[in-house]
């Protein structure tokens, strides 16, 4: 068994992957196919290039919302096909994100027909390939603080009960936590959990202290930047907020000098400031990565050890919008079938703890 092998082996949770950054190319390149003159094949292709120093995704995202879905079965047809992936690569539980303003702003799918669709393709990839999953419906902070108003107010009238908490994602240059708090305040009186995506390209550290403090996210997508406030990272390591962290992001590739890439990576220094950090896909195909290389990204790249992984493991089941009396019962299974696979592995050619 390989370090490959082995990050597919071990169980794990996903709590940082977006709906339609998950589409496989070879459904992209279907679906814009079907638009006739709308994409090429060469189009197409050319919409997931990935270089040495690769963009983001958001061009990507917008020509789905845009000019290449039609309508709610697309939206289960991708979230079917993420979760049979994630499936077969160890993956027992997944919390998707999912911006329903785009969705029904471009698309034309109501927020009722896409959640309803999603969830669907949750039932038949829980029956098929046992794996569950929650839906998060996420603000596009490119859009006005009022649409993300009407977005948690679609929330809050079309309940279910998988559809368990608000996020927010999309560029966060332009659009700052403190601008949606009147969201986040709705979306806490009705109920639902809370997480945010900040200091995500290299935005100010205060970011994610708006997030916590006005915003009262419970878990940080991204949070990078925390680095640059080592008091902030220290109250955050006491109150033990998972931060889901993303090996691929595209800011840190293209910002940092190759040779330098992995030792200057925040990834790296987080856990040295008590941070709890979990690995995550993000937008797996278009990132040209899937669970197993995601996680031995983490020992061949970041110098964590095997055993890290372990730690890494339970951060992301503690961070999990599950109940705590099912985290208890998942922690134990997990870290059983963790030792029995990290028993069976050679100590050596292992990477140790990361250092700077």
Request: hydrophobic letters at 45%; a negative charge; glycine letters at 8%.
């Amino acid at each position: 068994m390989d370090v490959l092998a082995f990050c597919r082996a071990i169980p794990k949770v996903e709590l940082h992957v977006h709906l339609l950054g998950a589409i496989r190319l070879e459904t992209l390149a279907e679906m814009a196919g079907r638009q006739g003159a709308g994409f090429t094949a060469e189009e197409a292709a050319e919409l997931t290039r990935r270089d040495a120093k690769p963009r983001g995704v958001l061009h990507i995202l917008r020509a789905l919302e845009q000019r290449i879905m039609r309508g709610p079965e697309d939206l289960h047809r991708i979230a079917y096909e993420y979760l049979e992936d994630a499936a077969s690569q160890g993956v027992r539980h997944a919390e998707i994100f999912w911006n329903p303003t785009g969705a029904a702003r471009d698309t034309g799918i109501t927020y009722a027909a896409g959640a309803d669709a999603i969830l669907a393709a949750f039932d038949d990839a829980k029956h098929d390939h046992g794996i569950a999953a929650l839906l998060i419906p996420s603000i596009d902070r490119e859009a006005t603080p009022e649409e993300a108003v009407e977005m948690v107010e679609w929330m809050t009238a079309h309940r279910r009960d998988r559809i368990i908490g608000l996020g927010i994602d999309y560029r966060e240059n332009d659009g700052p936590p403190e601008a949606f708090w009147k969201s986040y305040r709705a979306a806490k009186r009705a109920g639902f959990r809370l997480t945010a995506h900040a200091g995500e390209f290299g935005c100010h550290w205060r970011n994610v202290e708006t997030a916590i403090d006005l915003l009262e996210v419970e878990r940080i997508d991204h949070g990078y930047t925390i680095l640059d406030n080592t008091a902030l990272a220290r109250r955050c390591a006491e109150r033990g907020i998972v931060f889901t962290v993303v090996p691929t992001n595209s800011y840190y590739l293209r910002t940092l000098p190759p040779d330098r890439w992995a030792a200057d990576h925040p990834i790296r220094h987080m856990p040295l400031s008590g941070l709890l950090i979990h690995p995550n896909t993000d937008d797996p195909p278009l990132h040209g990565v899937d669970p197993q290389r995601c996680w031995a990204m983490m020992v061949q790249d970041f110098g964590f050890s095997l055993d890290d992984l372990r730690l890494f493991m339970l951060n992301g089941i503690l961070g999990a919008f599950i109940p705590d009396a099912e985290k208890r019962g998942m922690a134990a299974s997990f870290v059983a079938e963790f030792d029995a696979l990290r028993t069976a592995f050679p100590t050596t050619g292992c990477a140790g703890p990361a250092v700077p």
